[in-house]
Antibody, heavy 117, light 110 residues
Framework: QVQLQQWGAGLLKASETLSLTCAVY????????WNWIRQSPGKGLEWIAE???????TYNPSLKSRVTISVDTSKNQFFLRLTSVTAADTATYYC???????????WGKGTTVTVSS | QSVLTQPPSVSGAPGQRVTISCTGS?????????VHWYQQVPGTPPKLLIY???NRPSGVPDRFAGSKSGTSASLAITGLQAEDEAHYYC??????????FGGGTKLTVL
């Protein structure tokens, strides 16, 4: 059964860079797309980006200028980098496996990131 | 402002049927992109509830059903149970080349 384990710094200062890692355990890594989604406190879900094993990416246009998603197939891991963070980037960030549709069928537990000014 | 519009809250008594609407536009649901639904209990990640408009992943009770028509979709929950109390989110794909979510609906079981 596939599991997604994620980690990264939970407290950042404004203008710093957010970096998160998601490791995929079990199942195929190459057969799927891999996503990052975030949820601001008390708010809804916002899709950030997706990537496949060969590095093909798609970004949310509203975040594209600050976001980089990347992958390390040798470790079955994918990464999120968000530059120049502000308080508006304070959120719980989730990694998730993408299926056709597209939709996300397996989610990580989430990493809470707080940006202080 | 979410691309997909959901009612902020719905409620129902145990055993009743409730529906949650998800309204989009011609650039997403109306273009025949699939609609998916997630259930989220506070403090936990979203759980896939319905995919491809009306398909249930293994383990999801048949009390949950999805439907779609035109630029809208709906999630119906029959035989409401206390454990169904959660937030529900619809999700689709938009012609702007991105995944889009509804703002979420809080279901209260009275």
């Amino acid at each position: 059964q596939v599991q997604l384990q994620q980690w990264g710094a939970g407290l950042l200062k404004a203008s710093e860079t957010l970096s998160l890692t998601c490791a995929v355990y079990g199942g195929s890594f190459s057969a799927y797309y891999w996503n990052w989604i975030r949820q601001s406190p008390g708010k809804g879900l916002e899709w950030i980006a997706e990537i496949n094993h060969s590095g093909s990416t798609t970004y949310n246009p509203s975040l594209k200028s600050r976001v980089t998603i990347s992958v390390d197939t040798s470790k079955n891991q994918f990464f999120l980098r968000l530059t120049s963070v502000t308080a508006a980037d304070t959120a719980t960030y989730y990694c998730a496996r993408g299926r056709a549709g597209p939709h996300m069928d397996v989610w990580g537990k989430g990493t809470t990131v707080t940006v202080s000014s | 402002q979410s691309v997909l519009t959901q009612p902020p809250s719905v409620s129902g008594a145990p055993g009743q049927r409730v529906t949650i609407s998800c309204t989009g536009s011609i650039s997403n649901i109306g273009t025949a992109y699939d609609v998916h639904w997630y259930q989220q209990v506070p403090g936990t990640p979203p759980k896939l509830l319905i995919y491809g408009d009306n398909n249930r992943p293994s383990g999801v009770p048949d009390r949950f059903a999805g439907s779609k028509s035109g630029t809208s979709a709906s999630l119906a929950i029959t035989g409401l149970q206390a454990e169904d109390e959660a937030h529900y989110y619809c999700q689709s794909y938009d012609s702007s080349l991105r995944v889009v979510f509804g703002g979420g609906t809080k279901l209260t079981v009275l």
